[in-house]
């Protein structure tokens, strides 16, 4: 590989990176105002107030970057950075094409769970570096939550990984079939739910409950470390997304994937994307209790039997 081709594979991953999170972000608005019947801002930049979200930018740019006096400061300035830029990595793994990949790594697929996993504690040490209660509350239910949720999400990505016989995200679409999503869908299932309590998604959001704990976390922030929170979020959302594309739905597989597999991939994680929108309309905040019922009674037991089936199915050449 040239240098001109490293360099137009960084910029193209740089540039998705800043664009696809802020079409979810845009995409969940005006999704989420039609479902629940309030339209919101309809007038920026013209049709459908397709611009409020760059309104919504400059605003943040405006604001003043506070830093609290009994903060750790130097944690405090860091942790937008570290939930926001691991999502950057696991992007760049992400097989958009055939053959086809920003970074192509032969063990893609734990490099990507390890990124999304370090993007998490970025709301750790928001919550523990704010010097507030609320922060502190919400920074270890965030920690709670990580510990829960990651294990169903690795029980559900290793045995697709079993199943296709590769820890390369790329050889993995590959060994992809159609009747694949029904043999592997309770790990599918395991996975989406997962992943959005990873997120910290409603109707996972506790750390960050703005009902009971103001933002959670994120109190203390303001102008664009919370942007970058916020951007953080929606970039989860594309990173997630794709990689249940990639698991389960074949990635780039579709008519004439040779020249329009890009296409279809984009699209399958848009679709992944919107679903992740509608659970947040749909479904009201859990309580932590109920959280750590559902990952440890439900979610684990669920993703190991997959798994167990998957071993059992691969033993036997099914």
Not at 23 to 35: D, P, S
Not at 147 to 175: D, T
Request: aromatic share 12%; hydrophobic share 60%.
């Amino acid at each position: 590989m040239t240098l001109l081709e490293v360099v137009l594979r960084a910029v193209a991953a740089l540039a998705a990176f800043l664009v696809l999170p802020l079409l979810v972000g845009q995409a969940e608005h005006k999704v989420m105002a039609h479902m629940q019947g309030r339209l919101g801002p309809m007038y920026a930049g013209g049709f459908h107030g397709w611009a409020q979200l760059v309104a919504d930018g400059v605003k943040f740019v405006q604001k003043e970057d506070i830093v609290p006096a009994a903060a750790d400061r130097w944690v405090f300035r860091l942790a937008p950075a570290v939930a926001l830029v691991p999502y950057l990595v696991a992007l760049a793994t992400l097989p958009v094409h055939p053959g086809v990949a920003a970074v192509e790594v032969p063990g893609s697929v734990l490099l990507v769970l390890a990124a999304t996993s370090v993007g998490a504690l970025g709301t750790l040490m928001a919550g523990w570096s704010s010097a507030n209660k609320y922060s502190l509350i919400g920074g270890l239910r965030a920690a709670a939550q990580l510990v829960s949720y990651e294990l169903p999400v690795v029980l559900a990505v290793a045995s697709v990984a079993l199943a296709g016989g590769s820890l390369s995200l790329a050889g993995l679409v590959e060994a992809w079939s159609p009747w694949w999503l029904l043999w592997q869908l309770p790990g599918a299932v395991v996975f989406l739910v997962a992943a959005v309590a990873e997120l910290q998604r409603p109707p996972f959001d506790m750390p960050v409950a703005d009902a009971e704990l103001v933002m959670g976390a994120w109190t203390e922030y303001t102008g664009l470390r919370f942007a970058f929170f916020l951007l953080a979020e929606y970039a989860g959302i594309v990173v997630m997304s794709l990689l249940f594309t990639t698991l389960w739905l074949g990635g780039w597989h579709g008519p004439f994937s040779d020249a329009l597999g890009w296409l279809w991939f984009l699209l399958k994680g848009f679709v992944v994307s919107l679903v992740v929108v509608w659970v947040r309309v749909a479904w009201p905040r859990l309580r932590e209790d109920q959280l750590q019922r559902m990952a440890w009674l439900w979610l684990v037991p669920l993703a190991l039997g997959q798994l167990l089936l998957t071993g059992v199915g691969v033993v036997v050449g099914w």
